[in-house]
């Protein structure tokens, strides 16, 4: 096999992966906008509200994640950041540290931010920052 030929069998290799993994994204973007045909963003609010988040927080939490949403697809609080939405750590804290500033607070140090598995800790988060309801992020 010659240089050539390995450097397009390498190529061909990355494109089969990256058509892979965007199907699977699709096949999941798919799956959730079936199962969560019936709801909107007033449910999630609503379910974020009657856990003791105020409505406050549960729009500013809303807003933050729905980047990582599609276009017709509304947050769940149960969505997990890591698993269901591919996001790392880090860019959790950042978020985190953003929905502080949203809400009037100032921005905390991303080690100073404790581990948020998913949407409903990050709610529960700024709500216990705000001081706004007594919540507690759940343990890891």
Same mark, same amino acid.
Request: hydrophobic residues 50%; charged residues 25%; aromatic residues 8%.
């Given at each position: ?51 003791? =988040?105020? +409505?406050?927080? %549960?729009?500013?939490?809303? &807003? $933050? ?5 599609? *276009?017709?697809?509304? @947050? ?15 860019? =959790?804290? +950042?978020?985190? %540290?953003?929905?502080?500033? &949203? $809400? ?5 140090? *991303?080690?100073?931010? @404790? ?26």
């Amino acid at each position: 096999m010659t240089g050539a030929q390995k450097a397009a069998a390498i190529i061909a290799l990355v494109v089969i992966a990256l058509v892979a993994f965007n199907w699977s994204l699709w096949r999941r973007l798919k799956a959730a906008q079936a199962e969560r045909a019936g709801w909107s963003a007033a449910d999630f609010d609503a379910q974020l509200v009657a856990n003791g =988040v105020p +409505d406050e927080v %549960a729009v500013v939490t809303r &807003e $933050l994640v729905a980047g990582y949403y599609g *276009a017709d697809i509304a @947050p769940h609080p149960d969505d997990d950041f890591g698993r269901f939405l591919g996001v790392d750590e880090t860019e =959790v804290a +950042d978020v985190a %540290a953003t929905g502080c500033e &949203e $809400l009037g607070l100032p921005r905390p140090d *991303a080690h100073a931010i @404790p581990p948020i598995r998913d949407v409903r800790d990050l709610a529960e988060y700024l709500a216990s920052r705000a001081g706004l309801a007594n919540v507690t992020v759940r343990p890891e």
